[in-house]
């Protein structure tokens, strides 16, 4: 029966993430960056980018906005009648994420280490060790557990990117 009545609404339609913020109604969507690591989505509820979506589960669903984040899509509800928007969404240019090197991952591996979050070895590469110290600390500090250090959990650091 689920399958009918999903068959009977009609095909979502992918639309850019910037897009998908300034439209209430669409959903954004931000992919896994590896293996057993958490995406997120968002339900856009304000044409400027305001967003209803479960955060973890000490904060439950929370009001946020979907400015200064990393989305991969913006997805629009079928026979959901909309008046499409735009928003900048200022997408951080620095998101440190499995692969980078140089100085600001070892800044960000020597903060986890202090905060007890084992990162390996500190040698500037963000391989898995990492990532996972970062998810530790993501879900310690009751943020989304994504891997990838960006605005928010580098501010939860002590750090500048």
Known sequence: IAAQRMA???????????????TPGAIL???PSGPRLSGH????????GGTVEAYDTAHGVIASS???RRWDLGVL???????????????PSIVLRVGNRGPGVLRAQRALAERGHDPGPL???YGPKTAAAVVAFQRAAHLV???????ITAAQLDLTL
Request: hydrophobic share 50%; aromatic share 2%.
């Open 123 to 125: 040698d500037s590469i």
């Open 29 to 31: 969507v931000r992919a």
């Open 77 to 91: 509800v079928p026979r959901l009648e909309v008046t499409l928007g735009w928003v900048d969404l200022e997408v």
């Open 8 to 22: 009977a609404l009609g095909t979502p339609a992918a639309i850019s993430p910037e897009a998908a913020a300034g």
């Open 145 to 151: 557990p994504d891997g990838e250090l960006g605005p």
């Open 41 to 48: 989505v968002a339900v856009v509820v304000t044409p400027a």
């Open 66 to 68: 979907a400015l200064r």
